[in-house]
Nanobody
Framework: QVQLVESGGGLVQPGGSLRLSCAAS????????MGWYRQAPGKQRTFVAR???????GYADFVTGRFSISRDNAQNTVFLQMDSLKPDDTAVYYC????????WGQGTQVTVSS
């Protein structure tokens, strides 16, 4: 079992950047995969990015080239660097960890608006 706590969300202008963090309650070294989903108001939760135990990354088409996921095993933390943000990126961003089942954080709000 693992608890996840997201941070780093907030209000940013279009074209700006944010860095989300997802801190795990235990070592993430052996966790199969960690990543991010997001959910905009009135929409389904959708995949954003993932990073596997061996460091392989994957991204949704709509964030490729703008977002970058990384992990720091020593800090038990996964990061999502978000650049060139657009109003359509406004959503609650949820961190997940997959180890036999998915574990979810409580989410962090990202609002992109001028």
């Amino acid at each position: 079992q693992v608890q996840l706590v997201e941070s780093g969300g907030g209000l940013v202008q279009p074209g700006g950047s944010l860095r989300l963090s997802c801190a795990a309650s235990r070592s993430i070294y052996s966790i199969d995969a960690m990543g991010w989903y997001r959910q905009a108001p009135g929409k389904q939760r959708t995949f954003v990015a993932r990073i596997t135990r061996d460091g392989t990354t994957g991204y949704a088409d709509f964030v490729t080239g703008r977002f970058s996921i990384s992990r720091d095993n020593a800090q038990n933390t996964v990061f999502l660097q978000m650049d060139s943000l657009k109003p359509d990126d406004t959503a609650v961003y949820y961190c997940y960890a997959r180890q036999l089942r998915n574990y979810w954080g409580q989410g962090t709000q990202v609002t992109v608006s001028s």
